[in-house]
């Protein structure tokens, strides 16, 4: 497995090539939910965290100071 500009690929063993990890998203939501929601066990967590990710959002953080200057030095509140 690797990552590309943000997108995973995982071996393919039955075709011989590397292909992007995709939901299958033509299952009905009930079915999906079911799939991906409720893994079985611990060892299918860890899997699905390895093959898919961290469910991570990184936000970076600003002081008040710098945000203060940013908003004040904006061209729409100078005119």
Known sequence: MF??????YLYN???????PI????????????????????QAERELARIKFGECVVNVPKTTAFSLFVHE????????
Do not use: A, D, G
């Open 22 to 41: 995709r939901l299958e998203t033509k299952l009905p939501y009930t079915e999906l939910r079911e799939k991906y929601t409720q893994p079985k066990n």
């Open 3 to 8: 990552e590309y500009r943000f997108i995973r």
């Open 13 to 19: 063993f039955q075709s011989c090539r590397f292909e």
């Open 72 to 79: 004040v030095l904006n061209p729409f509140y100078i005119f």
